[in-house]
Antibody
Framework: QVQLQESGPGLVKPSQTLSLTCTVSGGSISTGGYYWTWIRQQPGKGLEWIGYIFYSGSTYYNPSLKSRVTISVDTSKNQFSLRLSSVTAADTAVYYC????????????WGLGTLVTVSS | DIQMTQSPSTLSASVGDTVTITCRASQSISTWLAWYQQKPGKAPKLLIYKASSLESGVPSRFSGSGSGTEFTLTISSLQPDDFATYYCQQSDSYPFTFGQGTKLEIK
């Protein structure tokens, strides 16, 4: 059973860069057939898909965030990461990492989520 | 982006009831539709994929149907553990988008 765990600072100052890492255990991130994904949920609101990375490094980002988002992968550590630049209070959210199955395009495994607050 | 609209936003029901949640897509998504359950402070949990396929380990009282632009999630014989927020999500095209959620409350 694959498990995902987010880690990173819980507080980021406005205009700075938010950086989070997702550590995958119970399975290899290099296994084909999965996209490794970031999703966020602003307080009291719905879910917003941020983007994904394949183990080879290919990515796809939500156009609404594309200019500020970078997702990278470190297969040697079985981790993938999110960087979101020039953050504002609107980026305050619970950030989830998740695994998408390529075959059925389902988000079948999720991390517990980590709250990131943007505030000075 | 494909817009997903759920109704109702809130639903009150009792244990043992059968309830239905509707999700509409702004354009046809074939059967590329998933349903998730989320409880407070927890990550969403996949219930249904490809509109009507039950994820492994999910009770059979959950069922999904629909294709094109209109979909439903039905929960039969509600159990106390089912009171949560439910989201639909389209996976026909990127960026994936979610409905705004339906909160299922105890009456």
């Amino acid at each position: 059973q694959v498990q995902l765990q987010e880690s990173g600072p819980g507080l980021v100052k406005p205009s700075q860069t938010l950086s989070l890492t997702c550590t995958v255990s119970g399975g290899s991130i290099s296994t084909g057939g999965y996209y490794w994904t970031w999703i966020r949920q602003q307080p009291g609101k719905g879910l917003e898909w941020i983007g994904y990375i394949f183990y080879s490094g290919s990515t796809y980002y939500n156009p609404s965030l594309k200019s500020r988002v970078t997702i990278s992968v470190d297969t040697s550590k079985n981790q993938f990461s999110l960087r979101l630049s020039s953050v504002t209070a609107a980026d305050t959210a619970v950030y989830y990492c998740a695994r998408e199955t390529v075959e059925f395009t389902t988000l079948d495994s999720w991390g517990l989520g980590t709250l990131v607050t943007v505030s000075s | 982006d494909i817009q997903m609209t759920q109704s109702p936003s809130t639903l009150s029901a009792s244990v043992g009831d059968t309830v239905t949640i509707t999700c509409r897509a702004s354009q046809s998504i074939s059967t590329w539709l998933a349903w998730y359950q989320q409880k407070p402070g927890k990550a969403p949990k996949l219930l249904i994929y490809k509109a009507s396929s039950l994820e492994s380990g999910v009770p059979s009282r959950f069922s999904g149907s629909g294709s094109g632009t209109e979909f439903t999630l039905t929960i039969s014989s509600l159990q106390p553990d089912d009171f949560a927020t439910y989201y639909c999500q389209q996976s026909d095209s990127y960026p994936f988008t979610f409905g705004q959620g339906t909160k299922l409350e105890i009456k």
